[in-house]
């Protein structure tokens, strides 16, 4: 049997009985001398004198009790230096939770550690001093607004004034840089997450000072107040989630200055004592006993490995006698077991130096009690935490590489490992610091400055240009420059790879599946504890001449009970890898719901790090299980089978599913369970949950009473009773319901026939086995319900399936929010290099003359430069840990992972409904991350395998983005805005056309159904980006009014260039002629939202037109101009659709031979001729609120709108065939809103031009299209001519031809149009346009209300004729 935690290595022989010639040799019995000689050397005094007892006596095991004591006993000076005057409160120094607070706050069970979680409160400790020299230490966990320093108890703070507002209370602001106290002025440096501010106060010479990791800051204040009734506490006011813990002297100081004192005094007795049986500790490790020449040997190398000499173990049982309590205390762990495992690592080579740890370790568990061992660990691995955490950053990144090394060496151990990671690592250390690699504030401190001399930055054009790049040649001082600092670059990635290798080593062994005893470990052979203490129980006469039977039996008898304890616990082992899972599947749900406590919760910049070493971790352990299983796949074929999703086995708690919730699916498809994967939900599960629906809190009791015994598993028969914990009222639905099947749990195995279904019953994530994870012969685990479309091979171990589903889930919880957070360092560089480029521009401008405007200019200049340098360097830092190339094939490998599990969900039909949403989210999130955040030192379009990606999520997207097994809204947007935006960009659109054509056509299908009942303005910008570049006047990127005024974001998706698609035009064209309802209810729809969209517009730019002419001072509200924009927006995206439209299918509006032509053209008559009028009219409203230019109307000018009218009126009145215009032209005319006037403004002309005569040039104070020259090419200016020239004519046509109309002949309803329909069967009367209109939405007569059954032409003079012949 093996150890859980490989126990020491001794020699087998050791272990037998032996010859009396090899007695001394094998059981380690050495003679009086020897033994004297042995531990006189092990314990010797402090000044290395010998010891007292040897001058009376020989030193043995009977006396070396007494000998110990006197070993460890400390002096009166020692203890009495905790002594000093000048403190008042506890020894014991904590935050006073309990009044000394303001506002609120959450405080850490140790009273250290705080966050704010109001506006600004504010808490004292509970110690203060008033004479002397004191100092206390504040880990900064956030850069936040923070106001540290000390204050009187007299201070009283509220939400709005903190530490240094008052008087008599002083602070240092290292957020905003300044120290305060009522007023403020500069001080110090800027602090960063992972910094240590010391606060030093000097109430001899009543000075106040600060340091930030060690550096002094200077003297902050003089002349503090002191006296009678003048004392200072520690404390601190912080802002809401900002965190920081206190160090009052409970742990050493990091930085301790001489002359000053911890406010807690250390413990100095402890410390001398824990010194000196660590000093005996190393020597034991140190000399090795020869019994057969009787002399004591110096090993060469003192991490050697112990022999199971019985001397050796009774001397470290009295050794960790006295050490053991010892080193459960913090302050001893942290200052002398940290430093000496420290001082270990340095020794020899890195595997002498585990092995070192390995043995220590060995020597802890095997002499300690557990509960001793256990606490020491801890708290030797909260020391690592806070020492990794908040070392400085060097350019070696040396401290991090010896604390992670010392960890991992930690963490070989088995035992120890499988402690750790059961109660600390996730239960205590939920941020997972030892996989973040923080980002240095100041990179002069982090050395960059040598390890990167030389700083460039890349240079973006900060201009649209007329449809050509400007490309600036780079010159050779610039080439040079750019090389010198990738190189730099380079030699900063790799050192920061030593460190994330490491990592990503201590993950691998996390997920280590080898360690559960199932194997022997050999360096601990079977009944090799009971071999060795056989030995002594078969020789007591013998081994009684060297201890006294007393102390012999008490010490065995220890040291049995831990060897004993440690080898029973190790024979029922779990493997590391499925304690590692239930732990990250409880952080991730803590930090998914945000039901832990605010503390727990991990910071983003630690999910991105801790998400790439293990992304490293799994893909190691995916291959390797392919390399032992060719069957498996490669981690390139990664994706997650889609019955994990529906079968139990993983907890997804309460997250959303693509069809809902999990209750609610399992209820409506339980039927396509039972055939498509041949699970059977039982029926007691669906009445839990709607119990539980119904009274989350508490189950009736009478239910779980009643419930029958048949429970049944994986093929079982045999009806079992509900296990208890199921039916405990306490688990709560999410346990009960969401989590794994209980299948392993309930029944023996049996195979499982083809027609057979499986029952299965939820179980909680921390009750599964391997066999429940992994599967058995009989059992696939958490592959139970195979869907007939998936491959029966297995992919890898499942296990890795599950840590897989959890990565995924961690990018989408925070990872994709950090990376764009990130870039905001490349955005700055940006701004600065433009600002230098301007000021140097200015410079060359400038006339030397002018000194004053040269020296200014030249100061922001060097102000400028020296902030690049800086944010260069700090660049370089985040591209190596954030944005390298290794991390974007992390993200790349993710987006492939969740493309292929969604097309493996989607073959499985109606199941898909249960994928999770969060599969969808990080597909389109890595995409975007991919393309936009990782450039421009990488491109996607370098990613192997890039084109076939960018097909397959465009296949996903057209297919999903309407698709009904998808009911949650905010991911049916979040489809449609992706869709949306993958239309903007050339290679991304081409991927849309790369689809197979019955997706296409379907896709197009779906972006033409009439806009009602659903959300239509994402899917119009679709197919106007479609259009975009084929329109009147429609090639440009950004407004021409807004070229001057606002300065380019060249990623946003509306100010890419013009890409139209004429292949999906063309689809979109062919299913508009199909059939006779498609196109005129898709248009209708567009016609109704064009009429809402634009009425909505004028009325808002009636109100603030009206707030604007008001005397008195006002402002309007800034969401009330954005969606006034919006409208606009949405009014001219309205507007092309329809001029696509009427482009691709003209037939639809001029072929009256169709029954809705006629109708439809009317329609857009009518809201052409409102639109026109609207914005035409001289000094009208549209005009002030341009002129006005408020901030977020930017968008709202002249241009956009008309020229997208202009277009469709192009298209009716000069395009095509005679008929077709003249019927256009004819319904135009028809309308009465129609003027002339409105169609002369296009050009720039007040009225109508008598014909033949030439244009006038264009009035820069009015506008024109030929002003446009740039947008509007001279053959669109020619076919506005024709245009304005036709309407002209037909307009006075018209006009001599027309008669005068009775009131009695026109519409009842308009006043506009002559009667033209009669109602059948009640008679009434009015135009077409109106009764066409009408009978869309009502099939009731105007007047009557009856029934219309048919509406027929009417003429009135064919009517009274026939009338006079009737009569």
């Given at each position: 049997?093996?150890?859980k ?12 009985l032996?010859?009396?010639a090899?007695?001394s ?7 009086e001398k020897?033994?004297n ?6 314990f010797s005094?402090p000044?290395?004198?010998?010891p007292a ?5 020989p030193?043995?095991?009977?006396n070396l009790?007494?000998?110990?004591e ?6 009166s000076?020692?203890e ?6 000048g403190r ?6 904590v935050?006073?939770h309990?009044g000394?607070f ?7 069970d140790?009273?250290?550690g705080?966050?704010?979680h109001?506006n600004?409160g504010t808490i004292r400790?509970t ?6 020299k004191w100092?206390y230490e ?6 936040g607004?923070?106001q540290?320093?000390?204050c ?6 509220n939400q709005?004034e ?12 290292g957020n905003?840089?300044?120290?305060w ?13 992972g910094d ?6 000097d109430l001899?010479?009543g ?6 990791n060690g550096?002094s800051?200077g003297?902050a204040?003089?002349n503090l107040?002191?006296g009678l009734?003048m ?12 965190s920081v813990?206190?160090?009052f002297?409970s742990?050493?100081?990091r930085?301790?200055v001489a002359g000053?004192r911890?406010?807690?005094d250390?413990?100095f007795?402890d410390l001398?004592?824990?010194q000196?049986?660590?000093?005996c500790?190393?020597m034991v ?5 020869d019994?057969v020449?009787g002399r ?9 490995q112990?022999?199971g000499q019985?001397?050796?173990l009774l ?6 006698h ?5 080193l459960r205390?913090v ?7 940290v430093?000496?495992?420290?001082g270990v ?6 595997e ?12 802890l ?9 256990q606490?020491c660990?801890?708290?030797l ?8 955490r908040f ?5 070696d990144l ?8 010392l960890t ?5 151990h088995?035992k120890?490992r499988k402690?750790?990671l059961?109660n600390?690592?996730f239960?205590m ?6 996989f973040y690699?923080k980002?240095p504030?100041?990179v002069?401190e982090?050395?960059?400055q040598?390890l990167i001399?030389?700083t ?6 900060s201009r649209?240009g007329?449809d050509?790049?400007?490309?600036k040649?780079?010159?050779?001082e610039e080439r040079?420059?750019r ?7 380079q030699r900063?990635k ?12 201590i993950?691998?062994l ?13 360096r601990?052979p ?16 013998k ?10 039996l008490?010490v065995?008898?220890r ?5 004993t304890?440690l080898f ?7 493997a590391?890898r499925?304690?590692?899972l239930?732990k ?10 945000g039901?832990?406590?605010m503390p ?5 910049e630690?999910?991105v790090?801790f998400?790439h ?6 893909r190691f352990?995916w291959d390797?299980?392919?390399a032992?299983?060719?069957r498996?796949?490669?981690?390139e074929e ?8 529906y079968n139990?086995?993983?907890d997804?708690?309460d997250?959303q599913r693509l069809?809902?919730l999990l ?5 409506t498809?339980?039927?396509?369970l039972?055939?498509k994967?041949?699970i059977?939900i039982?029926p007691l599960?669906l009445?839990a949950a709607?119990m539980?629906d ?7 009791a ?8 048949q429970?049944?598993?994986m093929?079982g028969?045999l009806?079992l009773?509900r296990p208890?914990w199921?039916?405990s009222?306490?688990l709560?639905?999410a ?5 794994t ?12 026939s ?5 029952k299965v019953r939820?179980l909680?994530?921390e009750?599964?086995t391997?066999e ?5 012969p009989w ?9 007939p479309?998936e491959?029966?091979?297995p992919l890898?171990e ?11 889930m961690?990018?989408n919880?925070?990872v994709h929010?950090?990376?764009?957070k990130m870039?905001?360092?490349s ?6 290099a433009?600002a230098?480029?301007?000021t ?7 006339p030397?003359r002018r000194k004053?405007i040269?020296?200014e200019?030249t100061k922001?200049?060097k102000?400028?430069s ?5 944010l260069s360097?700090?660049l370089a830092?985040?591209h190596?840990?954030v944005y ?5 094939l ?16 989607d073959?499985?039909?109606?199941l898909?409904?249960?994928m999770?949403?969060?599969y969808l989210s990080v597909a389109?999130?890595?995409?975007s ?6 450039g421009?030192v990488?491109?996607m379009?370098?990613?192997?395998g890039?084109?076939e990606?960018l097909?397959?999520l465009a296949a996903?997207l057209?297919?999903?983005f309407?698709?009904p097994?998808?009911v949650g809204t905010?991911i049916?947007d979040?489809?449609?805005?992706a869709?949306?935006s993958?239309v903007?960009y050339?290679h991304?659109l081409?991927?849309v ?8 056509i379907?896709m197009?299908?779906?972006l033409?159904?009439?806009y009602e009942?659903r ?5 119009n910008?679709?197919?106007v980006r479609l259009?975009?570049?084929?329109g009147?006047?429609y090639r ?8 001057k005024t606002?300065?380019?974001?060249a990623n946003?998706?509306?100010?890419q260039k013009?890409?139209p698609?004429t292949?999906?035009?063309k689809?979109m064209a062919d299913l508009?002629r199909q059939g006779?309802?498609v196109?005129p209810?898709f248009?209708?729809s ?5 009429n809402?969209a634009?009425?909505?517009f004028?009325g ?9 002419e008001?005397l008195?001072r006002?402002?309007?509200d800034?969401?009330q ?11 001219v995206?309205?507007l092309?659709?329809l001029?696509m439209t009427?482009?691709?299918?003209p037939?639809i ?7 809705t ?12 001729n409102?639109v026109?009028?609207r ?5 009208n409203?549209?005009d002030?609120v341009?002129t ?6 930017e968008s709202?000018?002249?241009y956009?709108i008309?020229?997208a ?5 192009v298209?009716l009145l000069v ?8 019927q ?5 005319l028809?309308?009465?809103c129609?003027?002339l006037?409105?169609i002369c403004?296009l050009l720039?002309q007040p009225e ?7 244009l006038?040039a264009?009035d820069?104070?009015?506008f ?7 947008y ?6 020619a076919q506005?001519?024709r245009?304005?020239?036709?309407l002209?004519?037909?307009s006075a ?9 009775s009131?009695?002949d026109?519409?009842p309803?308009?006043y506009?149009?002559?009667?033209s329909a009669?109602?059948?069967p009640?008679g009434?009367?009015s135009c077409?346009?109106?009764i066409n209109?009408h009978?869309m939405n009502?099939?009731?007569c105007?007047f ?11 003429d009135k003079a064919a009517?009274t004729s026939a009338?006079s012949?009737?009569?």
């Open positions: 049997m093996a150890s935690g490989a126990g020491m290595p001794f020699s087998r022989k050791s272990y037998r032996a010859s009396d090899e007695k040799r094998v059981t380690g019995i050495v003679q020897l033994l000689d042995y531990l006189c050397r092990v005094s000044d290395h004198g010998p007892a040897t001058s009376r006596k030193l043995n095991f009977h009790p007494e000998h110990v006197q070993l460890l006993q400390v002096g000076e020692d009495s230096q905790g002594q000093v005057e008042l409160g506890p020894s014991t120094v935050l006073d309990t000394g303001e506002g609120l706050l959450l405080v850490d140790d009273l250290l705080v966050i704010g109001s600004f400790s110690t203060c001093v008033y004479k002397g100092v504040v880990l900064i966990s956030s850069q607004l923070m540290i320093g000390w009187t108890i007299n201070c009283r703070f709005e903190g530490v240094g507002d008052t008087h008599n209370s002083y602070a240092y602001d905003r840089v300044r120290k106290n009522v007023t403020t002025t500069n001080y110090g440096k800027a602090w960063a997450a240590i501010v010391s606060c030093l106060i001899d010479e000075t106040l000072s600060f340091c930030l550096v800051l003297t204040f003089e107040s002191r009734g004392a200072y506490f520690p404390a601190i006011s912080l802002s809401f989630k900002e813990a206190f160090n002297g742990r050493p100081l930085y301790p000053f911890p406010l807690q250390p413990p007795a001398v004592r824990a000196r049986l660590l000093g500790f190393q490790l140190s000399v090795e006993l019994p020449e004591l040997v110096e090993r060469e190398n003192s991490e050697g112990l022999q019985p001397t050796v001397t470290l049982a009295h050794i960790f006295h050490f053991a309590p010892l205390k302050y001893v762990v942290e200052a002398v077991l430093s000496f495992l420290l690592m340095e020794k020899g080579t890195p002498q130096a585990q092995s070192a740890v390995h043995q220590i370790l060995d020597l568990w095997l002499f300690m009690e557990d509960y001793e061992v606490d660990l801890k708290q691995m909260m020391s690592l935490l806070r020492l990794y070392s400085p950053i060097v350019p040396g401290l991090q590489i010896h604390y992670l090394r991992m060496a930690i963490l070989r088995e120890s402690f750790l059961s600390v690592l239960d250390l939920r941020s997972v610091v030892f690699i980002s504030l100041r002069e982090a050395g960059l040598e001399p030389t460039w930055w890349p240079h973006r054009s649209e007329r050509s790049k400007e490309v040649e780079e010159t050779t040079q420059r090389r010198a600092y990738e190189r730099g670059c900063l790799k050192r920061i790879e030593v460190v994330e290798e490491l990592q990503v080593q993950l691998k996390l997920l280590d599946n080898k360690d559960d005893n199932g194997v022997s470990d050999p601990f079977c009944g090799g504890l009971s071999g060795r203490y056989a030995v002594l129980g078969s020789e007591p006469q081994a009684g001449a060297h201890l006294c039977s007393m102390v012999g008490i065995r008898c040291v049995l009970s831990s060897a304890t029973s616990h190790s024979s029922k082992g779990e590391s499925y304690i590692f239930t990250f599947r409880k952080f991730l749900q803590e930090n998914a719901s039901r832990g406590n727990m919760l991990c910071p983003p630690y999910m790090c998400l070493r293990l992304v490293s971790a799994l352990y390797e299980y392919k032992s299983n060719p498996a796949s490669f981690s990664a994706y997650i089978p889609p019955q994990i999703f139990g086995k993983v997804y708690s997250l069809g809902g209750s609610h699916l399992r209820k498809l339980k039927d396509d039972a055939s994967a041949n059977v039982d599960e009445q709607t539980d119904l009274d989350e809190d508490e189950e009736p009478p239910t779980a009473i009643q419930r029958p015994m429970a049944l598993a093929g028969a009806p009773p208890g199921l039916s009222p306490t709560g639905r346990n009960r319901f969401l989590s099947a209980a299948v392993s749990l309930m029944t023996p195995r049996r195979p499982l083809t027609t057979e279904k499986v939820s909680n994530v009750q599964r391997r429940d994870i992994e599967g058995s059992n696939e685990g958490l592959l139970l319900g195979r869907p479309e491959p029966e091979q890898t499942n296990s890795l399936l599950e840590v897989l589903d959890g990565t995924v961690m990018y919880l925070s929010q950090q990376l764009g870039v905001g360092v955005d700055d560089v940006n701004e600065y433009m230098l480029r301007a140097e521009d200015k410079l060359r401008r400038c030397k004053d040269l020296a200019l922001s200049q102000v400028f020296e902030k690049l340098d800086h360097r700090r830092w985040v190596a840990t390298s190339q290794e991390k974007m992390d993200i790349y490998w993710l987006l492939r992972v969740c493309l292929r599990t969604i097309e493996h969900g073959r499985t039909g109606s898909f409904a249960f999770p949403e969060f389109i999130n890595s995409y991350a991919l393309k936009n955040y990782f421009p990488h491109s379009e370098e990613l192997p890039y084109e990606t097909t397959r996903i057209a297919k999903h309407a698709d097994r998808i905010d049916r979040t489809l449609m805005q869709l949306a993958y903007c050339p991304s081409r991927a056309e790369r689809i197979p054509e019955e997706q296409r379907a197009v299908k779906n033409l159904a009439p009942q959300p239509w303005a994402q899917t910008w679709i197919l259009w975009r570049g084929c009147f006047g440009y990127t950004r407004l021409p009014h807004l070229l606002k300065p380019e974001d946003l998706p509306s100010l013009p890409c698609s292949l999906l035009q689809h508009l006779p309802d196109a209810s248009l209708n567009v016609l109704n939202q064009l809402w634009f009425s909505e004028i808002m730019i009636q109100e603030i037109q009206q707030a604007a008001r008195e006002n402002f309007v800034s969401r101009l954005k969606v006034c924009a919006t409208c606009f927006d949405l009014s995206s309205l092309r659709v001029e009427i482009t691709l299918v037939e509006f001029l072929d009256w031979s169709r029954p032509s006629e109708m439809l053209l009317r329609r857009l008559a009518q809201l052409l409102q026109l009028n914005v035409t009219a001289e000094r409203l549209f002030r341009v006005l230019r408020l901030p977020g109307l709202v000018d002249h956009p008309l020229v009218v202009t277009g469709i009126l298209r395009h095509g065939p005679a008929s077709e215009t003249e256009a032209t004819s319904v135009l028809a309308d009465p129609f003027q006037r409105s403004y720039g109508a031009l008598a014909p033949g005569t030439a006038p264009p820069r104070k009015r024109s299209l030929q002003s446009y020259a740039d509007i090419s001279a053959e669109e200016l506005v001519e245009m304005l020239a036709h002209t004519a037909a046509q018209a006009a001599a031809a027309s008669l005068p109309t009131e009695e026109l519409c309803i308009c506009a149009h002559p009667i009669v109602f059948q009640c009434h009367k077409k346009a109106c209109q009978l009502n099939k009731d105007f009557c209300k009856a029934t219309i059954a048919s509406v027929e032409d009417w009517s009338t012949s009737a009569a």
